[in-house]
């Protein structure tokens, strides 16, 4: 079992910069997969990110490509979503998830465990 919590949203101005973190416990977090997703209001959720377990291969959606980084901590449990050049279409609650396995993936049906998420607003 891997218990995820995530940290780090608020509302920001577009062009402006936040960094989400996920604080992950429980069994082995080193080997797992994680990604991060989000939803809209209205809409489906999608995926945004998405690293390996050593964090030497990372995935992005076309949507953030260049302004989105992913990045992992084992030694400190941690996971982390910097995301620069802000878009008012970057509002969504932004879910830090992990895998059971260590492949990485972008489907989130592929991910078991699921944090509660956090509100990223992004002005115009």
């Known amino acids: 079992q891997v218990q995820l919590v995530e940290s780090g949203g608020g509302l920001v101005q577009a062009g402006g910069s936040l960094r989400l973190s996920c604080a992950a416990s429980?069994?082995?977090?080193?080997?797992?997969?994680m990604g991060w997703f989000r939803q809209a209001p209205g809409k489906e959720r999608e995926f945004v990110a998405a690293?390996?377990?050593?964090?030497?291969?990372?995935y992005y959606a076309d949507s953030v490509k260049g302004r989105f980084t992913i990045s992992r901590d084992n030694a400190k449990n941690m996971v982390y979503l910097q995301m620069n050049s802000l878009k008012p279409e970057d509002t969504a609650v932004y879910y830090c998830?992990?895998?059971?396995?260590?492949?990485?993936?972008?489907?989130?049906?592929?991910?078991?465990?699921w944090g509660q998420g956090t509100q990223v607003t992004v002005s115009s």
């Open positions: 998830a992990a895998r059971a396995y260590i492949m990485v993936v972008t489907t989130g049906d592929d991910y078991r465990y």
């Open positions: 429980g069994r082995t977090f080193s080997k797992n997969a």
């Open positions: 690293i390996g377990w050593s964090g030497g291969t990372t």
